[in-house]
């Protein structure tokens, strides 16, 4: 059986209250927070799912990427959202590996 392909791209989803910004993790795509994005969206809020910076890519872009163009990823998305909806809040998943 075929996997579904990734959704690689971001999504707005207009709603009749506050905004919520929505970031994916590392090596992520903005389709892992599209089912949140959807019930956020289904409560009433508006939603943005962003592309953080690198991803969508080679891993070579990703690799040439620092934090510093993540945050300004989520900035950019963040004032963007904040155009048109207040309060905005913000949402992500990270992921992180123990090892032992």
């Known amino acids: 059986m075929k996997s579904p ?8 989803f207009r709603g009749d209250s506050s905004g919520c910004l929505l970031i994916h993790g590392l090596t992520g795509t903005p389709g892992e927070m599209r089912f949140l ?34 945050y300004q990823s989520v900035k950019e ?4 959202l904040r155009v048109s909806e207040k309060p905005c809040r913000g949402a992500g998943l990270s992921l992180h590996w123990l090892l032992f």
Do not use: C
């Not at 392909?5 to 707005?12: A, C, E, I």
């Not at 998305?77 to 963007?80: K, N, S, V």
């Open 5 to 12: 392909p990734l959704d690689l791209n971001r999504f707005y």
């Open 37 to 70: 994005g959807e019930r956020l969206h289904a409560a009433g809020f508006t939603v943005s799912g962003i592309v953080l910076a690198g991803h969508r890519m080679t891993v070579e872009d990703l690799k040439a990427k620092k934090w510093q163009d993540w």
């Open 77 to 80: 998305g963040y004032e963007e």
